[in-house]
């Protein structure tokens, strides 16, 4: 039961997930809508890891025990924003009602000659930035991906869109050559994008406070932000039923500065920062939560709250590959 998140197995098979994309695109948004009923049912029953993990996320974020319809909510949420990537992705947006807030703390930091790092999550959708990007056709997105993670949901999503596969910086590379296509696609002043909640085995973490408890984040996403001097915006996709979504815009740094003397304090205090921003809007709507691990669960580390999880950071930023490793 305490088997990392990347151990666990893709949801669904290349047939149920091919049928549902299919159906959505030829039958339209709401005969899908209708097929995932039965689907969340599906999950509910046949995936005891995930609903366990609903439960004790849903019992944090509300005070109180979770019943079954708030955990049959939560993986329908989930289901819901699967469907919804088939119709962004294809470019689909005319039948969304996404409403933008702080949308000038992103645009006004892009320049021709250098980008912006944008840190996301595993809550909401992601790809509902694709609204906001369309409204800036000049401006490049790149987008930091692990393409091994869910193959058979990513291949059929770059079958929906080939131009999407071009666009991605694949996170199964090795870890110094994520960071060159990172500071690449700064340098062309492109939108880059990566998701800074959950970290791979042996990739280095700070533990911090989050939702009560201490939870281990990775450090990778802000050393990067560091390292390449980009300012840094975090990225907030909330959905919230039918075809309504809020996507949220912060600015979390023109420029992250990390002392090597005082590195270890200063990144955790940084990694806090992000932390509460998170648990801002996890609380605002824990509908949205899709991380479907233990998130909590600390087993293997070894040292107080305050420290960093092997490797260090005492090395320059770029000298350890492993420190960049799944920052997706």
């Not at 046949?46 to 004790?56: G, Q, T």
């Not at 996404?98 to 992103?106: A, F, Q, Y």
Request: with cysteine.
């Amino acid at each position: 039961m305490n088997e990392h998140w990347t151990e666990r197995p893709e949801g669904g098979g290349r047939f149920a997930i091919w049928l549902l994309l299919t159906i959505g695109l030829h039958f339209g948004r709401g005969v899908a809508r209708a097929i995932l009923y039965p689907i969340t049912l599906y999950f509910y029953f046949r995936r005891p890891f995930e609903r366990r993990v609903s439960y004790e996320f849903l019992q944090r974020a509300f005070g109180r025990p979770a019943g079954a319809w708030q955990v049959m909510r939560h993986i329908h949420r989930f289901a819901s924003t699967i469907l919804d990537r088939v119709f962004l992705l294809s470019d689909r947006f005319a039948r969304f009602d996404v409403r933008m807030h702080g949308l000038d703390e992103l645009t006004s930091r892009i320049r021709p000659e250098r980008g912006v790092l944008l840190l996301g999550s595993h809550i909401g959708s992601f790809e509902v930035l694709r609204v906001a990007a369309s409204e800036r056709p000049d401006v490049k997105v790149r987008v930091v991906l692990d393409t091994q993670q869910t193959p058979a949901l990513t291949e059929l999503l770059h079958a929906i869109n080939p131009e999407i596969r071009r666009n991605v910086i694949d996170a199964s590379r090795a870890g110094t050559d994520i960071v060159l296509a990172l500071g690449e696609a700064i340098r062309e002043g492109a939108l880059t994008t990566l998701l800074a909640d959950r970290a791979r085995p042996h990739e280095a973490t700070v533990v911090v406070d989050f939702m009560g408890a201490p939870a281990a984040f990775p450090v990778a996403p802000f050393l990067i932000g560091s390292v390449l001097k980009a300012p840094i915006v975090l990225c907030f996709g909330l959905y919230r039923g039918g075809n309504r979504y809020d996507l949220y815009f912060e600015s979390f740094s023109d420029e992250l500065a990390l002392p090597r003397r005082e590195r270890t304090t200063e990144l955790r205090a940084v990694v806090q920062r992000y932390a509460a921003r998170l648990e801002y809007y996890v609380r605002e709507d824990p509908y949205n939560w899709f991380n479907w691990h233990d998130f909590w669960n600390l087993e293997g580390f070894t040292g107080d709250a305050a420290a960093v999880r092997k490797p260090a950071l005492d090395k320059p930023a770029l000298a350890d590959a492993s420190v960049f490793r799944g920052v997706a």
